[in-house]
């Protein structure tokens, strides 16, 4: 069973970064998928990036250029650096994971359906 924590949420004003960082642990297969999302109060929950254990990545259109995903296999931690923030990337950030969806192709979905296991979330808040 995956277990995920993720941390590094925060306040922070317009134009500010950070970076959060999902810990992984409890799995020892060799094929996995780790992505995150965030849900805003109102508003339905959306993936942001993901990344499969090979390192291949996916990112929403709307967010190329200011959000990245990487990992650090050694220590099973995925992060996620966000760069020049604004009001509107106010919202819970969650870690998920996904054993299927590893094969699914050559980049792992964004879709929240496809992942089964979530972490407690982080809360991010961007202040303008």
């Known amino acids: 069973q995956v277990q995920l924590v993720e941390s590094g949420g925060g306040s922070v004003e317009a134009g500010g970064s950070l970076r959060l960082s999902c810990a992984a642990s409890?799995?020892?297969?060799?094929?996995?998928?780790l992505g995150w999302f965030r849900q805003a109060p109102g508003k339905e929950r959306e993936g942001l990036a993901t990344?499969?254990?090979?390192?291949?990545?996916r990112i929403a259109d709307s967010l190329k250029g200011r959000f990245t995903i990487s990992q650090d296999n050694a220590k099973n931690t995925v992060y996620l650096q966000m760069n020049n923030l604004q009001s509107e990337d106010t919202a819970m950030y969650y870690c998920?994971?996904?054993?299927?969806?590893?094969?699914?192709?050559?980049?792992?979905?964004?879709?929240?359906?496809?992942?089964?296991?979530w972490g407690q979330g982080t809360q991010v808040t961007v202040s303008a």
């Open positions: 998920a994971a996904s054993r299927v969806a590893y094969y699914y192709g050559p980049t792992c979905p964004t879709g929240t359906a496809d992942f089964q296991t």
């Open positions: 409890g799995y020892t297969w060799s094929s996995l998928c």
């Open positions: 990344i499969n254990i090979k390192g291949a990545t």
